[in-house]
């Protein structure tokens, strides 16, 4: 399996050839070679900044050469006005980097800042919004960064790092006792140390779920009373997550019912990119 930064290569050499392609031709046309300058970022909304270190690799992978300043690190709560890093070196690598940094800057600030607003809503709760794997294809890695980046916590990774034994997968082994018996037969035989989740969608499955011996049990689609309905007659045994519809307004509900982890898809699959833009300084 590859690794994280190899991951995150493979991410910028596939969006360098999809927008760069064999050059920019209007960079290449219209600017010398030997140009020199400046651009900053600078921020245009208020939000969570996200994707610093990230644009840092963007400026690395195209043109070592490129020197960046920053001046406000992942996490740091913005304002309209302020700059968050400024990058010197060839007018055209500054060009032609521009988009890809300010993709990723944007979506990653856009998550972060949402991500943001759902945990501020458990103040005070033990409750942790989680992310789901519902992120834009090739840039899971850049999405889940940034929901941590927003004060959030990430669920698995992908299908490789969790057993997540969902409703279907209940269905078509037969039963919640016989799935987590061939899961946790499974790891043995292959030497995995993989945390086991089962989703349940009543009374009676909890009961199953608890009697099989999970690491955590999701709620799915359940009401906040019926949560806190769960949670007494789950009674510390295992960790519990909800799932299923939550939104801003029900997100504290659900946490104030007493779950361990609220998952939440709009993290990440519908964000709105953080305004920003990439400007020459002089």
């Given at each position: 399996?590859?690794s994280?930064?190899?991951?995150?290569?493979?991410?910028?050499?596939?969006?360098?050839?999809?927008?760069?392609?064999?050059g920019?031709?209007?960079?290449?046309?219209?600017i010398?070679?030997?140009a020199?300058?400046?651009?900053?970022?600078?921020?245009?909304?208020?939000?969570?900044?996200?994707?610093?270190?990230?644009?840092?690799?963007?400026?690395?992978?195209?043109?070592?050469?490129?020197k960046?300043?920053?001046?406000?690190?992942?996490?740091?709560?913005?304002?309209?006005?302020?700059?968050?890093?400024?990058v010197?070196?060839?007018?055209?690598?500054?060009?032609?980097?521009?988009?890809?940094?300010?993709n990723?800057?944007?979506r990653?600030?856009?998550?972060?800042?949402?991500?943001?607003?759902?945990?501020?809503e458990?103040?005070?709760?033990?409750a942790?919004?989680?992310?789901t794997r519902?992120t834009?294809p090739?840039m899971?890695?850049l999405?889940?960064?940034a929901?941590?980046i927003?004060?959030?916590?990430?669920h698995?990774?992908?299908?490789?790092?969790?057993?997540?034994?969902?409703?279907?997968?209940?269905?078509?082994?037969?039963g919640?006792?016989?799935?987590?018996?061939?899961?946790?037969?499974?790891?043995?035989?292959?030497?995995?140390?993989?945390k086991?989740?089962?989703?349940?969608?009543?009374?009676e499955?909890?009961?199953?779920?608890?009697?099989a011996?999970?690491?955590?049990?999701?709620?799915?689609?359940?009401?906040?009373?019926?949560?806190?309905?769960?949670?007494?007659?789950?009674n510390g045994?295992t960790?519990?997550e909800?799932?299923?519809?939550?939104?801003?307004?029900t997100?504290?509900?659900?946490?104030?019912?007493?779950?361990?982890?609220?998952?939440v898809?709009a993290?990440?699959?519908s964000?709105?990119?953080?305004d920003?833009?990439?400007k020459?300084?002089?």
């Amino acid at each position: 399996m590859k690794s994280r930064q190899e991951l995150i290569d493979d991410l910028l050499t596939l969006a360098f050839a999809e927008d760069v392609g064999d050059g920019d031709h209007t960079t290449l046309s219209t600017i010398p070679a030997e140009a020199r300058g400046k651009q900053r970022l600078i921020i245009k909304e208020p939000g969570i900044l996200a994707g610093v270190e990230m644009a840092r690799k963007v400026f690395e992978k195209f043109d070592p050469e490129l020197k960046m300043t920053v001046f406000l690190t992942d996490g740091t709560e913005v304002k309209p006005g302020d700059v968050a890093f400024e990058v010197e070196g060839s007018v055209r690598s500054l060009l032609q980097t521009e988009r890809t940094m300010l993709n990723i800057m944007q979506r990653m600030s856009g998550i972060a800042t949402t991500t943001h607003r759902y945990q501020k809503e458990l103040e005070g709760l033990k409750a942790k919004v989680i992310d789901t794997r519902k992120t834009e294809p090739g840039m899971r890695l850049l999405d889940k960064e940034a929901v941590k980046i927003g004060g959030g916590g990430n669920h698995r990774i992908g299908l490789f790092d969790m057993i997540l034994i969902k409703d279907n997968h209940v269905d078509f082994a037969g039963g919640i006792q016989k799935a987590v018996d061939a899961a946790k037969a499974y790891c043995k035989q292959t030497g995995r140390d993989l945390k086991i989740e089962v989703e349940v969608r009543n009374t009676e499955e909890i009961d199953q779920a608890l009697a099989a011996g999970v690491d955590r049990i999701m709620l799915d689609n359940f009401t906040p009373e019926r949560t806190a309905e769960a949670v007494k007659r789950i009674n510390g045994a295992t960790e519990i997550e909800s799932s299923g519809g939550i939104t801003l307004e029900t997100l504290r509900s659900y946490g104030e019912a007493g779950v361990d982890f609220i998952s939440v898809g709009a993290l990440t699959h519908s964000v709105k990119g953080l305004d920003m833009s990439f400007k020459a300084a002089k």
